[in-house]
């Protein structure tokens, strides 16, 4: 026991210097902030400036959506028109023939976009171009069904 008392407990003088680890932590904040800069400088980039508006008239078109349900039913801009299964749909054609002669009187583009179902039968997808056809409707095409 009497050597127990003796001994004295002994520390360890070894410290941790974080005065390079605080060197290489500065160095890389200043590299990572400098980077972003050099490389937005290679752009050659100009900003746009302002300028007074323009009198150029932008012409919208006159848009028109057709939706072909699965039993094959039509809705033009979300009312239904035409009884489903028929193969020609007249009151469609002639709805599109007044929409089209309306947006000529404007001078506006007519434009038809069909939204087929993919459960859809196809032959109302043809029946549908071929109303736009009889309407004289030259812009359609086709989106994913909403």
């Given at each position: 026991m009497a050597g127990k008392k003796g001994k004295k407990l002994e520390l360890s003088n070894d410290k941790f210097e974080l005065t390079s680890m605080i060197d290489v932590v500065f160095l890389l904040l200043i590299y990572f902030m400098y980077l972003p800069m050099g490389q937005e400088?290679?752009?050659?980039?100009?900003l746009?400036?302002?300028?007074?508006?323009t009198d150029?008239?932008?012409i919208l078109p006159n848009?028109?959506?057709?939706?072909?349900?699965?039993?094959?039913?039509?809705?033009?801009?979300?009312a239904p028109i035409d009884a489903p299964g028929r193969t020609e749909f007249v009151e469609l054609a002639n709805t599109l023939r007044r929409l089209?002669?309306?947006?000529?009187?404007?001078?506006?583009?007519?434009?038809?976009?069909?939204f087929a179902d993919a459960d859809s039968p196809h032959?109302?997808?043809?029946?549908?171009?071929?109303?736009?056809?009889?309407?004289?409707v030259t812009s359609v095409s086709f989106s994913k069904a909403q």
């Open positions: 400088a290679d752009l050659k980039m100009q746009p400036v302002d300028l007074p508006p150029v008239k932008t848009e028109q959506s057709i939706d072909i349900n699965p039993d094959g039913s039509i809705m033009l801009n979300g089209r002669e309306s947006a000529d009187r404007s001078q506006t583009p007519t434009v038809v976009t069909i032959q109302a997808s043809i029946s549908v171009l071929d109303a736009c056809a009889i309407a004289k």
